[in-house]
């Protein structure tokens, strides 16, 4: 069917000027509204008004224009109904076979800094989102275009043949469909955030692609990377990629865990992550320090694994981060020395994140199948735990040191979690265990001789006293986990009969 009319309305006025002009040198009538006409005008393209088609005038600042049966009933009619066709006929409506509409722009105002709510709630547009679903219901006759980047295939069809083919119209339609859900979504949690709604009876979220990754987990599995709208800047989404091969499914995930780690810290830090699990955290009064720390918690693990740094990667540690083989960097920034040694490597990835945005604390989404679970992150630190020294011995200052450490890292580890630490660093890490005393075996035996005057930190209370027993036997000297077990007593006596300092938080870590 070939295309006669066309109906053009954008707040996006990229392309739409020769767009415009190719629809009409190809003999199509353009109808347009307000400020898109104004623009199309400026350009010396001549089209008909929208109030010429509805006979009433735009009122109300723009906000009813084209909710009118001349304009719908164009839209909507079905061609090939004799009912729909005298109807048209009988109120003297013509048909519109073309839509191309874009939506005001809710979500770059509602990114502004401190957006009143009235300029956000007047960016929710009411007749495109109609309009362009009257289109796309109706797209077996009707082609809708949301956007640019499809307007050369839309002029090319037409040029060629005058329509444009179904599957063609199929294609955009269901583009239209999902770019009205997401902007809705992003309008609905815009408006359940403005009132406190917690748990909303419905749960409607939306994701702009980043990028489509080679595979998954395993190269049997398909995967692409998608990012949310207004997302905090300190996030592996919006990470801007400096160098190195494209990041691959599990490269997104652990640098995502070496990111949530490090952005616990204010002094100079770094994490070194593999498979979601820290292998080794160091921290000091210089970058170069730190790193230094970082690498000898676990000098083995490290080995092709991911790096991420709060502070600028200087050219002195780019020189010694050139030495090992690693996926990724992530840092604030590369001093240009420190960038011109690593580039040097095709493969590495450098990547870049604005640690100034650390943010509210976010969602955290996980699906399960057929369904989808939703909780706050943990961003419960030491400073808002309730202490409580339960044990005869109180830490030294330097036990004191060790113990925050280890508590900031042990809430990142998979469950049952153990972490060992000692001047400014991790020395033994265990993760994943079915009993907590397992995890406190594995911490101990990679720790070996380092051990001995460590502090250790667990994600969860002690059920019996068999892990302070391990502990104490290995020559740990401080201990921090939440309390709470109906055998604290036991633990609690274990750690006074080897002088242990014991220190409860009242919360728990679990990460499954």
């Known amino acids: 069917m070939a295309i006669k009319r066309a109906l053009v309305s954008v707040s996006n006025k990229e392309g739409i000027v020769p767009f415009v002009k ?20 400026e350009n010396g393209v001549e089209v008909i008004g929208i109030s010429d088609v509805t006979g009433f005038p735009e009122i109300m600042d723009g906000r009813v224009k084209t909710l009118h049966p001349n304009i719908h009933g164009g839209l909507l009619a079905v061609r090939d109904n004799e009912d729909h066709l005298k109807q048209l006929q009988d109120h003297h409506i013509t048909p519109i076979d073309l839509v191309v509409v874009n939506l005001y722009p809710f ?34 006759f009707v082609t809708v275009v949301v956007d640019p980047t499809d307007y050369h295939t839309v002029l090319d069809e037409i040029s060629k043949s005058g329509s444009v083919p179904f599957e063609i119209k199929q294609r955009l339609a269901a583009k239209v469909f999902r770019h009205t859900a997401a902007y809705d979504a992003v309008i609905a949690e815009f408006l359940t955030k403005e009132v406190g709604e917690e748990s909303p009876e419905s749960l409607t979220v939306t ?37 190195g091969k494209e990041l691959s499914y599990n490269n997104i995930n652990d640098a995502d865990a070496a990111l949530q780690i490090v952005k616990e810290f204010d002094e100079p830090a770094v994490v070194a992550v593999k498979h979601m699990n820290p292998c080794g955290v160091g921290v000091g009064t210089t970058i170069e ?23 600028e990667v200087d050219a002195v540690t780019a020189g010694k981060l050139h030495e090992i083989f690693l996926e990724i960097i992530i840092a604030p920034s590369f001093s240009q020395e420190a960038f011109e040694t690593l580039s040097s490597k095709k493969n590495l990835r450098l990547l ?44 030294t200052e330097q036990e004191w040191a060790d113990l925050k450490l280890a508590w900031k890292v042990v809430k990142h580890v998979k469950s049952n979690a153990i972490v060992l630490t000692r001047d400014d660093m991790t020395v033994g890490i265990g993760a994943g265990q079915m009993n907590r005393v397992g995890a406190a075996n594995i911490a101990i035996a990679q720790a070996g001789d380092k051990s001995k005057g460590s502090a250790l930190g667990s ?24 309390g709470g077990s109906i ?26």
């Open 487 to 512: 055998r604290d007593e036991d633990s609690i006596k274990k750690a006074d009969e080897y002088g242990i300092a014991m220190v409860f938080t009242g919360i728990r870590h679990f990460k499954h």
């Open 22 to 41: 190719g629809l009409i040198e190809n003999g199509i009538e353009v109808i347009s509204t307000g400020g898109t006409k104004q623009t199309l005008e």
């Open 289 to 311: 320090e730190a790193f230094n720390k970082a690498y000898e918690a676990d000098s083995t693990s490290i080995f092709g694994g991911i790096i991420a740094f709060n502070r």
């Open 459 to 482: 994600d969860a209370f002690f059920p019996m006293d068999d892990t302070v027993e391990a502990a104490a036997l290995a020559g740990v000297t401080a201990i921090i986990q939440p």
């Open 352 to 395: 870049t994140v604005d640690f100034s945005d650390n943010g509210q604390i976010a969602s955290k989404l996980v699906s399960v199948r057929g369904g989808l679970l939703l909780q706050d992150e943990d961003g419960f630190t030491f400073d808002d735990a309730i202490i409580s020294v339960p044990t005869k011995r109180e830490p």
């Open 107 to 140: 979500q770059q105002t509602i990114a502004k800094p401190n957006v009143a709510f009235a300029d956000a709630i007047e960016n929710i547009d009411i007749g495109g989102p109609s309009m362009l679903r009257s289109a796309a219901k109706n797209h077996q």
């Open 207 to 243: 994701y702009e692609k980043k990028q489509d990754l080679r595979y998954g987990e395993n190269p049997h599995q398909k995967a692409a990377f998608y990012k949310k709208p207004l997302g905090t800047t300190l996030s592996i989404a919006s990470a801007v990629q400096l160098h």
